[in-house]
Protein backbone atom coordinates (compact mmCIF):
# COMPACT_ATOMS: atom_id res chain seq x y z
CA UNK A 1 0.00 0.00 0.00
CA UNK A 2 1.27 3.91 -0.82
CA UNK A 3 0.35 5.90 1.67
CA UNK A 4 0.78 9.24 1.65
CA UNK A 5 2.88 11.13 4.58
CA UNK A 6 0.43 13.07 7.05
CA UNK A 7 3.19 15.84 7.39
CA UNK A 8 4.38 18.05 4.54
CA UNK A 9 7.66 19.31 4.48
CA UNK A 10 8.09 23.40 4.87
CA UNK A 11 8.74 23.89 0.74
CA UNK A 12 5.59 21.52 -0.06
CA UNK A 13 3.80 23.75 2.28
CA UNK A 14 4.61 26.77 0.42
CA UNK A 15 3.65 24.95 -3.40
CA UNK A 16 0.96 24.09 -1.98
CA UNK A 17 0.18 27.36 -0.38
CA UNK A 18 1.11 28.96 -3.76
CA UNK A 19 -1.65 26.51 -5.30
CA UNK A 20 -4.09 27.53 -3.81
CA UNK A 21 -3.48 31.12 -4.27
CA UNK A 22 -3.77 31.15 -8.16
CA UNK A 23 -6.75 28.72 -8.40
CA UNK A 24 -8.75 30.53 -5.35
CA UNK A 25 -6.62 33.80 -6.95
CA UNK A 26 -6.01 35.15 -3.58
CA UNK A 27 -3.76 37.43 -2.69
CA UNK A 28 0.14 36.80 -2.57
CA UNK A 29 0.57 36.11 0.59
CA UNK A 30 -1.03 33.34 2.80
CA UNK A 31 -0.62 34.01 5.94
CA UNK A 32 0.48 29.85 6.90
CA UNK A 33 1.88 30.34 10.36
CA UNK A 34 -0.89 32.38 11.59
CA UNK A 35 -3.41 29.52 10.50
CA UNK A 36 -0.66 26.82 11.63
CA UNK A 37 -1.37 28.48 15.19
CA UNK A 38 -4.54 29.11 14.87
CA UNK A 39 -5.63 25.33 14.38
CA UNK A 40 -2.41 24.39 17.07
CA UNK A 41 -4.77 26.67 19.66
CA UNK A 42 -8.30 25.63 18.36
CA UNK A 43 -6.81 21.53 18.91
CA UNK A 44 -5.30 21.85 22.08
CA UNK A 45 -7.90 24.29 23.56
CA UNK A 46 -11.33 22.48 22.17
CA UNK A 47 -10.70 19.38 19.91
CA UNK A 48 -8.74 18.14 17.14
CA UNK A 49 -12.12 18.21 14.43
CA UNK A 50 -12.82 21.93 15.77
CA UNK A 51 -9.19 23.01 13.89
CA UNK A 52 -10.11 22.96 10.44
CA UNK A 53 -13.57 24.20 10.81
CA UNK A 54 -11.98 27.48 12.65
CA UNK A 55 -9.77 28.10 10.49
CA UNK A 56 -12.66 27.90 7.95
CA UNK A 57 -14.86 30.55 9.95
CA UNK A 58 -11.72 32.74 10.51
CA UNK A 59 -11.47 32.92 6.87
CA UNK A 60 -14.94 33.70 6.05
CA UNK A 61 -14.65 36.30 9.34
CA UNK A 62 -12.34 37.93 7.45
CA UNK A 63 -13.45 37.90 3.60
CA UNK A 64 -16.66 39.25 5.14
CA UNK A 65 -14.91 42.28 6.98
CA UNK A 66 -12.50 42.78 3.71
CA UNK A 67 -10.34 40.45 3.70
CA UNK A 68 -6.61 42.69 4.24
CA UNK A 69 -4.05 41.20 6.70
CA UNK A 70 -5.86 43.45 9.77
CA UNK A 71 -8.76 41.58 8.77
CA UNK A 72 -7.41 38.19 8.75
CA UNK A 73 -5.66 39.02 12.11
CA UNK A 74 -9.04 40.16 13.86
CA UNK A 75 -10.85 37.17 12.83
CA UNK A 76 -8.08 34.61 14.19
CA UNK A 77 -7.22 36.37 17.25
CA UNK A 78 -10.84 36.30 18.04
CA UNK A 79 -11.11 32.35 17.32
CA UNK A 80 -7.73 31.56 19.50
CA UNK A 81 -9.08 33.64 22.39
CA UNK A 82 -12.63 31.76 22.35
CA UNK A 83 -10.61 28.78 21.87
CA UNK A 84 -7.98 29.39 24.66
CA UNK A 85 -10.91 30.00 27.35
CA UNK A 86 -13.47 27.18 25.97
CA UNK A 87 -14.90 25.12 28.46
CA UNK A 88 -17.15 22.59 26.83
Known amino acids: M ?3 PRTLP ?5 AWAATLRTELELPDELP ?3 VLDL ?4 AAGVARPA ?3 SAFAA ?3 AGRAGGSPDD ?3 AVDTVVRRARSWEA
Open 2 to 4: NES
Open 51 to 53: APL
Open 32 to 34: IGL
Open 59 to 61: GLA
Open 39 to 42: ARDV
Open 10 to 14: PEALE
Open 72 to 74: VQA
